[in-house]
């Protein structure tokens, strides 16, 4: 009888992994709001906001940058041979609810019936970021140059904004080496996302939030004697102490 691995183990804190550090936008970036403008905006697509401290500054929402990380993941896993199925294959998630045979990029980030193993918190920017506004046209798919009377501004994040990046991960084994095969793919998540490889946000056909992680740190945290303690850390990329 095959012995399943068993996804559903938030009834104990085994181990708490916790990811810190820097995001660097290597290129533009823009987590949109859709096509409608805010209400008073000067541009006709403007990046998503949040005010903080009286200020009102864009953000990269923790959903997209999961959402992203999700993907990636999901991409390594196929170039490695294993069978993945969508995110909203109804049907495959429901067998999965029904055998409680779980894949193991579920038993990472969840499904409708299985809460991730992955949290990817808000990244906001660290100090004052710079945007700029590039003017667009509209492109004639049948004449394959500008149509007329079509132009739009779009606001957009600079490069090298610097945003401040946590990603908590309950339960997986990811340093000083992992145990099984969800371990494994999210420390080569770490290493694509250190080597400047995910992109999150709009124009990402076109180089468009391009990201890179940097200065980034761990902590692995268990229960002794009651209390949470950090049992080790160190660099991503680097030692453990």
Request: aromatic residues 10%; charged residues 25%; hydrophobic residues 40%.
């Amino acid at each position: 009888m095959k012995l399943l691995p068993d996804y559903r183990d938030f009834d104990k804190l085994k181990l708490l992994t916790v990811v810190e550090g820097l995001l660097v936008n290597e290129t533009p970036l823009r987590v949109g709001v859709g096509r409608e403008p805010p209400l008073g905006s000067a541009v006709d697509i403007a990046p998503l906001r949040i005010s903080i401290g009286g200020r009102s500054v864009p953000y990269i929402p923790g959903s997209s940058l999961k959402g992203s990380l999700r993907s990636l993941v999901e991409s390594i896993a196929r170039a490695q041979g294993y069978s993945i199925h969508d995110p909203w294959d109804w049907v495959a998630i429901e067998k999965e609810k029904d055998s409680l045979d779980f894949c193991f990029i579920c038993g990472i980030f969840g499904n409708t019936y299985l809460a991730g193993h992955v949290k990817v918190y808000d990244a906001y920017p660290v100090g004052e970021p710079l945007l700029f506004v590039k003017t667009g046209v509209g492109i004639s798919r049948d004449f394959r140059g500008v149509k007329p009377g079509i132009l739009y501004t779009e606001e957009q994040v600079a490069p090298r904004v610097e945003w401040a990046f946590r990603m908590d991960v309950i339960n997986i084994k990811l340093f000083p080496e992992p145990e099984e095969e969800r371990g494994r793919l999210l420390r080569q998540l770490l290493d694509f996302l250190q080597q400047g490889m995910v992109q999150v946000g709009a124009r990402k056909t076109i180089g468009y939030g391009l990201l890179k992680l940097v200065k980034g740190e761990y902590r692995v945290y268990e229960i002794r004697d009651g209390r949470l303690e950090v049992t080790l850390r160190g660099a991503i990329g680097g030692g453990s102490r």
